[in-house]
């Protein structure tokens, strides 16, 4: 079936430093992708939608400067957590529609600690 | 961005028991999914509803698509240990993007 990779699945950065999220679809064109932010216990929040080719959209309230998309191609997005800080400590996934119905493929996700 | 009331927010039930969650939103939604999340791991689709009405069943597992479309609920029959997670309810709003529920965390007790 339809697959979303998405790396790396952990990761702890220093404060003030950036971190890149890659989810790619293995064996399907996505050319949409969805970025989520779940804190502990939480649902997930959407954060931006990403469009191959095009600028992403965000939701309010998300900074577009602090987390940037970028969808250079048809099985790529990646999310970079620009200058991260402590408050950016999360889990972050990613998900693509895939086929007709609103079915979609989830990422495994991204558990990024900032210290 | 935009969430849904999902209730309870936890559930603690002995094994065999019946579970019963639901979702309200005050936008209208033209489909609804249901998930389950376990621990460090990505949401992973149950039950798929895009019609309102519709009442759909996965295996112990049934979800109904509000008349309303504003709102769902999602059953499990004869818990086991294994359906311990925190189940999402998720709608879809304009575009494709989905919007989900606060989550119900369920444990099941041997």
């Known amino acids: 079936g339809a697959v979303v990779s998405q790396h790396p699945s952990r990761v702890i950065c220093k404060s003030g430093t950036s971190v890149k999220i890659e989810c790619r679809s293995l064996?399907?064109?996505?050319?949409?992708m969805f970025w989520y932010r779940q804190f502990p216990k939480k649902s997930l929040m959407l954060m931006a939608t990403?469009?191959?080719?095009?600028?992403?959209?965000?939701e309010q309230g998300v900074e577009k400067d602090k987390f940037l998309i970028n969808h250079a191609s048809l099985t790529l997005s990646t999310l970079t957590v620009t200058s991260a800080h402590p408050e950016d400590s999360s889990f972050y996934i990613c998900s693509a529609p895939r086929g007709a119905g609103g079915r979609f493929t989830f990422g495994s996700g991204t558990r990024l600690t900032v210290v | 961005g935009q969430q849904l009331n999902q209730s309870p927010q936890s559930m603690f039930i002995q094994e065999g028991e019946d579970v019963s969650m639901n979702c309200t939103s005050s936008s209208i939604f033209n489909t609804w999914l249901w998930y389950k999340q376990d621990p460090g791991e990505g949401p992973v689709l149950l039950i798929a509803l895009y019609k309102a009405g519709e009442l759909t069943s996965n295996g112990r597992l049934t979800a109904q698509f509000g008349i309303t479309r504003k709102d769902s609920f999602l059953n499990i029959s004869a818990s086991i240990p294994s359906d311990v997670g925190i189940y999402f309810c998720?709608?879809?709003?304009?575009?494709?993007?989905?919007?989900f529920g606060t989550g119900t965390s369920l444990t099941v007790i041997p």
């Open positions: 064996d399907f064109q996505a050319t949409t």
């Open positions: 998720a709608g879809q709003g304009t575009g494709n993007q989905f919007y």
């Open positions: 990403s469009n191959e080719g095009s600028k992403a959209t965000y």
